[in-house]
């Protein structure tokens, strides 16, 4: 399984680089892709509903079927990020891609997602390979300050996939 992690502040375009490359991924080499995301601002489990009057019951985690035959796993307990990876490595169903999105301190390859070209250095760390995001809709082609590739997922996306050798 690859692992990739997004990082970059709120609105920076992580979410957006996911879904693209996911569905681009899907398409042209029919990836199974996970996402693990970091929440900092808001719950995600709706309160009333049966899943959140579980979590607060005191469940470990809930597995949730919905009438789509989707479902939601709902942890309700403290989990190491790599023992997360670990149970989907371990788990029933076959990952070629693991996006991991807004947990700063790993050590996987990540893409910087920023906004404006000066967010790049406050954020930037030896992980980064790649520098994504809203920045890709201006011209950026002029910008040589590190030697790290900046791009427009729609424009350049064979070379995320040279980046994180995916074929």
Known sequence: ???ISLIGY??????????????RLKNQFNYSIAVIKNVHKHQIDERGKDSYKFSEAGV???????INNEIGIFFKCEFDIQELI???LKGPLK???????????????????????TDIKSQLIKEVK??????????????????IPIINLDKDFNI???VFHIS
């Open 1 to 3: 399984m690859k692992i």
């Open 86 to 88: 670990n149970w989907l």
């Open 10 to 23: 709120s609105g920076s375009g992580k979410t957006h680089f996911i879904v693209n490359a996911t569905r």
């Open 130 to 147: 790649l520098i994504s995001g809203k920045v890709n809709s201006k011209n950026v082609d002029d910008f040589s300050a590190i030697d």
């Open 95 to 117: 990952i070629d891609l693991l996006f991991i999105e807004g947990f700063r301190n790993l050590t996987y390859p990540a893409i910087l997602c920023v906004k404006e070209l």
């Open 60 to 66: 470990s985690y809930s597995v949730i079927k919905n």
């Open 160 to 162: 995320f996939l040279d």
